[in-house]
């Protein structure tokens, strides 16, 4: 069985990724999510209904020995399982000035995106490496590329991925293991609702916030055999902001 794992299946990007992949019908789809049970089922059933296999699979991907024994309990039942692509979408903003911000803001927007990328791709990379072939698509942002104020952390985080990103597609490109990164700008989900999308788009030169779907698209692309000479790469989709 091969398989594809999304983390923050859920909601938002991750779902649409999801719809993607369920659409291209070529993987068993691993949902995972970790606190919006109602968003997940409600993922899964779209799933299905498109005429693709997938399931849920509930952790937080900042917490290293939660990750790791939901992993490790799901490889066990299905021993002959491949998770062929790696999809880290899972993260959060903790929005605020640096000179106010808590160790807790600065420590879980980290935890969720950095750490979070350690823990879901450390577990399967020798699976996949004895596979030779994968594809890894790391979510990053535009933040990560250009910093934004009132997101330190946020920035800090996704800046580590893209350095995570370069370093392991060197290490892996000749397994056949594609390592990208994708940086949107604003995207219409859960994360940017509360901002102003009629103030912001003067910023951006398409006019208009993107949608999941579009971030899906490439994603799907990355994700496929079609990507095979790419890696190591960020391929921004913003409308247009120049980072
Ligand atoms: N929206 C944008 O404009 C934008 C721009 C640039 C980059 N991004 C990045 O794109 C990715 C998806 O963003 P989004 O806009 O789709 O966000 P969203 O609508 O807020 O959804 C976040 C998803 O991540 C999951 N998640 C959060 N923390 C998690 C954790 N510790 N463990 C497992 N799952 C976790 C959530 O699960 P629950 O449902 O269980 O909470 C949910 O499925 C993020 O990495 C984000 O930084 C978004």
Known sequence: MKCAIITGGSRGIGRAICLKLAEENNYHLLINYTSNEASANETLEKVKA???TGEILKFDVSDAEETTNVLTDWQDKNPDAIVEVIINNAGITRDGLFMWMKHEDWNNV????????FNV???FIQKLLRNKYGRIINMVSVSGAKGTAGQTNYSAAKAGVIGATKALAQEIAKRNITVNAVAPGFIKTDMTADFDEAELKAMIPANRFGEAEEVADLVAFLASKKSSYITGEVININGGIYS
Do not use: E, Q, Y
Request: glycine share 14%.
């Open 50 to 52: 498109l005429g693709a």
């Open 110 to 117: 980290i935890n969720t995106s950095l750490n979070g990328f």
């Open 121 to 123: 791709t450390n577990f």
